[in-house]
């Protein structure tokens, strides 16, 4: 069986795109060899710079021959028809055969479809693989000239196709003509390390001859060599490579025959924060930052060269290290002139211009929205143990490092630069973290902020992002998420959780949006309408939600209620409910992934949300956490069908006589000892249930709740619910309602499934 | 640095040999466009002519302005004025990589000491209406040029596909030179009888630039400027085909351009003094791109861009 190799060498390709394509590569041929009846035994795909790599094994020669039986019309059918069936079929009226069938006599055709050899299907596929290329972005070159030519599209000129079939016998070029390009069996090694072409046999003789030629094919073998040269060149020096997978990843794809080199960074910069260091060197150069492990200061750098020289890389390791010293002396720059403003006009005043800088067109400058953040913070700052003053203080400077000239220079230094200006212009240590840490969680593995100041600046950074963008409604659709909303809500969330914040995240959410509507018709409001809403706004902090609050502030007013949505009172509280509800219910999404991921099926979660106060995430959390753990248990499972079987029959009693069964049950009527027994567990759960849910123990709740399993069980097994005295089923009725009072009154079960 | 013996002694020297070289490769060596231009890519000989179906090749040096990274010539790196060297052949030539890679030896790069790069770098002028793929290429960690194959211009496809390269010439000098800074680069051979800096050239007129384009140009007058210049162009472009006094088919493709290129000077001045909003800055930059594909709508209907009676 031959073994197939394919090289399309090419023009540099950008390194961030090589390990998609050459797994694509491997997809688009392996799927239309085996399409076309053509299996193998294994396939490996690689790529370099200038090369994508597929190596196919234990290929079959020759796809098998297969016969394809088709039902044509009926025997007596109209000529017309007979002979489109056999213009289908590739056979002649002779070829048909008639074969009985329920609905009489039919005609069949067996097309028999020959198999054909590899090399003809290899080159087929091939030619469709290279011409519908998913390459992120692609281009035309050259291509004035022959017909048939300038009409591909690669992601960089494409030079040459490797393409030949080995067996036993030897090798053979599968030959092929692509836009002009004729296949052969010849590449070429590294660009300058080598030179001529190479002829090659087979996927082994081609790598051991590129190797040769100083090309490493494997991007995982030139990763593992860069990094292991970079550990043991750090190492013998006392130090250590900050570790960096996505530029190791991307560094190993900038070359084919990878040298590591080491240098130094020059005195007056090592007191850069080392951050600044690592990212002017990571972003411009692709250089490893090399840590003192001592000092944690970064010491040294390690370049990736493409190639050996005589002079063991000195003039190449010169020249890196005079680029990187332009670009440090600028990156130095920043810093001194950073320094120097903060100094003289502190950190607020550097943050002076974002009045100038705006944020969303229909969310104001990046003043406003800072004004706005910081407001927030000093109202949740009591509910996570911070102070308000201090917590507005933080939120009004954790965004002035956006005026500064490092994070204009390196925006991904946001936030990190802030925390060494607060430093520098003497704020209180826990301002300073809050500059940095305010921005996370990003991730869903990122660290969650735990110093109070930081919590509170956190908070009200990503909810005043939400409700902004639910008040001007450019909420996530489907895939799209332009500013990152759902990032924020997970992060309010996990915000919450990871501190134990007990908070209404309604009342947050009413009052923030309402801010935002303020603002959004600050310019078209009569001055009364203003003030009610600000009024309102006051009121919420006692009241809770928007609702109840704006109709305290009309019947203080003596107001009507707004029915006529021209005005800006009618708009405003005809829209905040609606707004409002589709955001907790965006956090309630956010929420159930996230729980989810942490093993929490969603219908408990539903279970949960249906009860009151789920807007305390702290408590629905801790709801879902014990209904959970409590359906883990035989109880539990078994306490939930007693439930779901009292209330099925109860639902359908209630649904007949037209009343529902609310009313006490009495143990007088009972008859049954088993009657008799549940009423003293029920009376004896609910004493139990009582405190346990006043002390938000849900476990507590649950597991004085299973101890109703038993006499349950042993009521159904007893006792005939729908007996003919109606007192006696009326009672019977009445229990069980009580039975599904203090079920439904630790979560809602009818939702749960099974 | 350790060069090899054919190092070149002067900025004019490396220039002069880009000039050789790409002569002996069979370019067309034109001389710089004289009007003020933000990159060499203005240059008409490569806006325009790297439209149409014409055959194409030109090398030139274009002085260039960046008013906004004037610094008082104090900055080791960065000048408002400074020099491209601008190469365009159409089409892109199969050995363009190699024969890029010439023109580095040609000023004494040697290739088996250096570290030469092909790294990712997709171009785009936003006011040109234009963008291409290729790559900025590094030696030894520095971007000395940028390699694009151009898919656009002016809005429209490129066909054939012109290969460009663009040399930024103090940086790469500078480097092969083995100076620190710019001002200290010698201009002409430092043995000559008069031997120039690069400072003794431009050092004052890069503080009398800095000093005007941030704090002294006129921004009424420019603002003017810009918008005679774009409602000229237009008005270029409005006159019928045929000339009424020769009776020739002449459309004025150049001449419009030139003002696109006014115009886009004259953004970049106003962008220097400060008084472009962030918000206007875009609708600015369109207003130019507007005029530029509106040049380059006229200049595929003439013969240079591959209009046939």
């Avoid at chain 1, 017309?80 to 055709?109: C, H, M, N, S």
């Avoid at chain 1, 309602?737 to 809602?748: P, T, Y």
Wanted: charged content about 25%; overall charge negative.
């Amino acid at each position: 069986m031959p073994d197939l190799l394919i090289e399309l060498f090419s023009e540099e390709i950008p390194a961030r795109m090589q390990g998609k394509a050459a797994a694509d590569l491997q997809k688009l041929v392996t799927d239309g060899l085996v399409d076309a009846g053509l299996t193998y035994a294994g396939a490996a795909a690689f790529a370099t710079p200038r090369r994508l790599c597929l190596g196919v094994e234990g290929l079959l020669a020759r796809s098998p021959d297969t016969r394809e039986e088709r039902k044509g019309p009926k025997v007596g059918a109209p000529d017309k028809a007979i002979e489109g069936f056999l213009r289908g079929a590739g056979v002649t009226r002779d070829q048909l055969e008639e074969r009985e069938t329920p609905k009489g006599a039919v005609y069949f055709a067996t097309i028999e479809h020959e198999g054909r050899e590899a090399g003809e299907i290899v080159a087929e596929v091939l030619e469709v693989a290279i011409r519908n290329f998913p390459w992120p972005k692609s281009m035309r070159w050259g291509g004035a000239g022959q017909p048939g030519e300038g009409s591909l599209r690669w992601v960089r000129p494409l030079h040459s196709i490797l393409c030949i079939l080995s067996d036993e016998a030897g090798a053979q070029v599968v030959p092929m003509v692509v836009d002009g390009i004729r296949s052969g069996d010849t590449t070429q090694g590294h660009r300058f390390m080598a030179s001529g072409e190479i002829t090659v046999t087979g996927f082994d003789d081609y790598a051991a001859k590129l190797k040769a030629a100083h090309v490493i094919l494997d991007p995982q073998e030139r990763a593992d060599h860069i990094w292991e040269d970079a550990k043991n060149a750090a190492f013998a020096q006392g130090l250590e490579i900050v570790e960096d997978a996505g530029l190791l990843r991307e560094v190993a794809g900038l070359v084919e025959w990878p040298v590591v080199l080491m240098g130094d960074i020059a005195e007056e910069f090592i007191p850069l924060p080392p951050e600044v260091l690592q990212t002017s060197m990571k972003e411009h150069q692709k250089f490893f930052s090399v840590r003192n492990p001592q000092t944690g200061r970064i010491e040294k750098f390690v370049t990736v060269a493409n190639r050996e020289t005589a002079d063991h890389g000195a003039t190449i390791l010169a020249g890196n290290q005079k680029v990187l010293a332009a670009r440090l002396a600028d990156a130095k720059f920043f810093w001194e002139n950073d320094l120097r403003t903060v100094r003289s006009v502190g950190l607020a005043g550097m943050g002076k211009p974002l009045a100038n800088v705006t944020f969303h067109r229909e969310l104001g400058s990046q003043s406003d929205r800072i004004a706005r953040i910081a407001k927030l913070a000093g109202e949740v700052a009591p509910l996570v143990g911070a102070l308000p003053d201090l917590s507005e203080e933080a939120a009004r400077v954790a965004k002035a490092d956006l005026s500064s000239e490092m994070v204009y220079e390196f925006p991904e230094l946001q936030g990190v630069m802030g925390r060494y200006y607060a430093l520098a212009a003497e704020l209180p240590e826990s301002v300073a973290n809050a500059c940095e840490a305010h921005y996370s969680p990003l991730g869903p593995s990122d660290d969650v902020p735990e110093e109070p100041v930081s919590v509170a600046v956190a908070f009200a950074d990503k909810l005043d992002t939400l409700t902004g963008f639910w008040a001007i409604d450019e909420k996530p659709t489907g895939s799209k998420d332009p500013y990152a909303l759902r990032r924020a809500a997970l992060g309010v969330i996990r915000i919450i959780l990871s501190n134990d914040l007990r908070l209404r995240l309604d009342r947050f959410i009413d009052s923030q949006l309402l801010k935002h509507e303020i603002a959004q018709h600050a310019g078209a409001a009569e001055a009364a309408e203003l003030a009610a809403l600000e009024n309102t706004l006051d009121e919420i902090a006692d009241h809770g939600v928007f609702g109840a609050a704006f109709h305290a502030v009309l019947q203080k007013l003596g107001l009507e209620t707004p029915g006529d949505t021209d005005t800006v009172l009618g708009k405003v509280s005809a829209k905040m409910p609606g707004v409002s509800e589709d955001l907790l219910s965006f956090f309630h999404d956010r929420l159930k992934v996230h729980l989810r991921e942490e093993g929490i099926r969603h219908d408990v979660i539903d279970a949960c949300l249906a009860m009151p106060g789920n807007d305390d995430l702290i408590l629905l959390v801790k709801r879902a956490e014990a209904l959970a753990g409590f359906l883990k248990t035989d109880d539990g499972e078994n306490l939930l069908q007693g439930f779901k079987r009292a209330n099925n029959i109860l639902s359908q009693a209630e649904e007949k006589d037209g009343v529902e069964y609310s009313f006490g049950a009495d143990v007088k009527f009972a008859e049954d000892a088993s009657e008799k027994a549940l009423f003293a567990a029920l009376d004896e759960a609910q004493a139990a249930i009582a405190p346990a849910m006043e002390g938000e123990d849900f476990a507590a709740a649950m597991s004085a709740m299973s101890a109703l399993r038993a006499p349950i069980d042993a009521f159904f097994e007893a006792v005939q619910i729908n007996t003919d005295n109606q007192v006696v089923r009326r009672n019977r009725l009445n229990l069980l309602a009580r039975i599904r009072d203090i079920c439904l009154g630790v979560a809602d079960l009818t939702r749960i499934e099974g | 640095m350790a060069m090899s013996d054919n190092r070149p002694k002067s900025f004019q020297e490396i220039i002069l040999r880009l000039q050789n070289y790409w002569a002996e490769k069979g370019c067309a060596v034109l001389q710089p466009y004289d009007m003020e231009v933000g990159a060499g890519t203005f240059h008409p000989a490569t806006t325009l002519r790297a439209l149409g179906s014409n055959a194409w090749a030109a090398a030139y040096v274009q002085p260039s302005r960046r008013p906004t990274d004037g610094r008082y010539g104090e900055n080791p790196n960065r000048l408002q004025h400074y020099y491209q060297y601008q190469v365009l052949i159409k089409p892109s030539p199969p050995n363009l990589q190699e024969l890029y890679l010439g023109s580095l030896e040609a000023i004494g790069i040697d290739m088996a000491l250096h570290d030469i790069r092909f790294v990712e770098d997709d171009w785009e002028s936003p006011t040109l209406g234009a963008w291409g793929l290729g790559w900025e290429v590094w030696c030894d960690g520095m971007e000395v040029s940028q390699f694009t194959y151009f898919q656009q211009v002016g809005g429209h496809d490129c066909t054939p596909v012109s290969g460009e390269l663009t040399y930024g010439l103090e940086r790469l000098a500078m480097y092969v030179l083995g100076v620190d800074h710019v001002m200290d680069m010698p201009f002409n051979d430092p043995q000559s009888p008069i031997a120039l800096s690069y400072g003794d050239v431009f050092k004052q007129t890069e503080e009398e630039y800095a000093r005007w384009n941030f704090d002294v140009a006129n921004a009424d007058v420019l603002l003017r400027h810009f918008e005679e210049a774009e409602a000229e162009c237009a008005a270029i472009l409005a006159h019928e085909h045929v000339d009424p006094k020769t009776g020739k088919r002449i459309i004025m493709a150049h001449p419009a351009y030139d003002q696109c290129i006014k115009a886009s000077h004259i953004f970049n001045l106003l962008d220097a003094r400060g008084v472009i909003s962030v918000t206007e800055r875009q609708a600015y930059i369109g207003r130019v791109r507007a005029l530029a594909k509106q040049c380059a709508d006229a200049f595929v209907l003439t013969e240079a861009g591959g209009y046939a009676a």
